[in-house]
């Protein structure tokens, strides 16, 4: 069976410090993956989404970036954090295809930006 | 543009009680699916519900069911005999078959005991 990890689960940095959030989805191949922010009252912004490796669209210019150096990892980064940084990320994926299916969350990522 | 829109920002209901959560969407496109996500407090996401815009048939499972009007642009969500369990915030997002996903901003539902 499929299954989605992200760590840390928890993430207190100072502002202007580097952000590493890791994704890596297992049991599947070419997934479609994704990377949401849930800030307070706001929903979940879609920030980054990736059909393949090396290949990442963004979606909200942002002080924040993504990669994907392998087919199941996706990595969420930020050479300096601002206090706006701040929330719960969410990494999710699908299985590659046309049609829009079920997204898979993982069980996110709280960062706190002081 | 593509939009989904959720009014409800927080509901309190007493258990038992049935509740519906509204969610209205905006799309140019023929072709779409909707879906509903729970996430209860640990934070991850659940999924509901998916549909598509040429299916309008009402969907019932268990205590939930599903209201898809096209005429409407709405895709409403109903808990009947709400359990304390059903708390959570609830999601609806819309995708129209390309890769993104576009989701409301969450009504947060508290069912009191």
């Known amino acids: 069976s499929q299954t989605i990890h992200q760590w840390p689960a928890t993430l207190v940095q100072p502002v202007g410090s580097p952000l590493s959030l890791e994704c890596t989805v297992e049991g599947t191949s070419n997934p479609n993956l994704y990377w949401y922010r849930q800030a307070a009252g706001r929903g979940l912004q879609l920030l980054f989404y990736s059909v393949g490796i090396g290949q990442i669209s963004s979606e909200v210019p942002q002080n924040l970036s993504a990669s994907r150096p392998q087919d199941r990892q996706f990595i969420l980064s930020s050479k300096k954090l601002l206090l706006s940084d701040s929330g719960f990320y969410l990494c999710?994926?699908?299985?590659?295809?046309?049609?829009?299916?079920?997204?898979?969350f993982g069980e996110g990522s709280r960062l706190t930006v002081l | 543009a593509q939009k989904v829109t959720q009014a409800q920002t927080e509901i309190s209901v007493v258990e038992k009680e049935d509740v519906t959560l509204d969610c209205v969407y905006e799309t140019r496109d023929t072709t779409y699916y909707l879906f509903w996500y729970k996430q209860p407090p640990s934070g991850e996401l659940v999924f509901l519900i998916r549909?598509?815009?040429?299916?309008?048939q009402n969907e019932i499972s268990g205590r939930y069911s599903w209201n898809f009007q096209k005429s409407t642009s709405s895709f409403n969500f109903t808990i009947t005999a709400s359990q304390v369990v059903d708390s959570a915030v609830y999601f609806c997002a819309l995708s129209s078959g390309t890769y993104k996903y576009i989701f409301g901003t969450g009504t947060r539902l508290k069912v009191l005991a």
């Open positions: 999710a994926w699908r299985p590659t295809g046309f049609l829009p299916g079920e997204l898979f």
């Open positions: 549909r598509n815009s040429f299916d309008e």
